[in-house]
């Protein structure tokens, strides 16, 4: 079992790609993720993703020059 302790899965570059990414994730034996949002308006994302997936977590950390 692997954890990615820190990831992004909500910015652009992955959406409508989301289902596909937990899958290749699955497949490589990571099975939880604890997505970070860094910027307050994009939290909602990174709950829905957390909502939508039972191994992904949703948490905050407002970077500082923001």
Known sequence: MFVDSHCH???ADFVGDTDALIERM????V???LC???TYPEWPS???LA???ANVY???GV???Y
Request: no cysteine; aromatic share 4%; glycine share 0%.
């Open 36 to 38: 970070v949002s860094v």
């Open 63 to 65: 970077h500082p020059d």
């Open 58 to 60: 949703a948490t905050v």
């Open 46 to 48: 990174v709950v829905a």
């Open 31 to 33: 099975t939880h993720a």
């Open 51 to 53: 909502e939508r997936h």
């Open 9 to 11: 899965i909500n910015f």
């Open 26 to 29: 699955l497949a490589a034996r």
